[in-house]
């Protein structure tokens, strides 16, 4: 069965400089990886996925995320945090219509 | 929250009461999901449906029941055998067919039961 791990709960940034967020992945097969972000409250908003091809992959709100095959990972990144980007970020990997989700890094970005 | 609606946003129940969250969806998505989030523990699935009168269970289906009698509608009830109720829950939906579609979220439910 795939599975993700976000192994950071916590992620502290100054406004302006770069973020990431991590992800690992285990799938047997192909992986079809997702980043999801949410805002106190509220569901869960599609950022960005990877299926196949670039292995930088650019979505909603300037973020990106890099896939890296050899290493199981798939790491949300930003050049420029801004403080609207305080949030919990949830990484995902589907096979087989099953979609599983990591437990959720929580990303503040301080003025 | 692209099209997929769940009501109400708060609901508040006695322990003992069997509470039903509504989730509706424009998407004309075939599947459609339950989780339940908890601090710290992510999304969990409870069931989920990727046909009109089919469902199935996911990780932690106990104490909750489902139907989906039309496309675009997925209740879940929460029955009085569920132990630890308290808790957001959250609906989505997608297409189906293909591994690489994301799923939609509606905005949630915050359920308290004392």
């Known amino acids: 069965a795939q599975s993700v791990a976000q192994p950071e709960d916590q992620v502290n940034v100054a406004e302006g400089n770069p973020l990431t967020v991590k992800c690992t992945y285990s799938?047997?097969?192909?992986?079809?990886l997702f980043w999801y972000v949410q805002y106190p409250n509220r569901g869960l908003q599609f950022l960005l996925k990877?299926?196949?091809?670039?292995?930088l992959v650019k979505g909603s709100y300037g973020f990106e995320a890099e896939f890296n095959k050899s290493q199981t990972s798939f790491h949300l990144k930003k050049p420029s945090a801004l403080v609207s980007d305080s949030a919990l970020y949830f990484c995902?990997?589907?096979?087989?219509?099953?979609?599983?989700f990591g437990a959720g890094t929580r990303l503040t970005v301080k003025p | 929250d692209g099209g997929i609606t769940q009501s109400p946003k708060y609901l508040f129940r006695k322990e003992g009461q069997n509470v039903t969250l509504s989730c509706e969806q424009n998407?004309?998505?075939?599947?459609m999901y339950w989780y339940r989030q908890d601090p710290g523990q992510g999304l969990r699935l409870i069931y989920y449906s990727q046909i009109v009168n089919d469902f199935q269970k996911g990780d932690i289906a106990e104490g909750y029941s489902v139907s989906r009698e039309k496309k675009e509608s997925f209740p879940l009830t929460v029955t009085s055998a569920q132990k630890n109720p308290t808790a957001f829950y959250l609906c989505a939906s997608s297409s189906i067919g293909a591994s690489e579609y994301e799923q939609y979220f509606g905005p949630g439910t915050r359920l308290t039961v004392t």
């Open positions: 799938v047997s097969g192909n992986p079809y």
């Open positions: 990877y299926i196949t091809g670039d292995n």
């Open positions: 998407l004309n998505h075939d599947a």
């Open positions: 995902a990997v589907r096979a087989n219509n099953d979609m599983r």
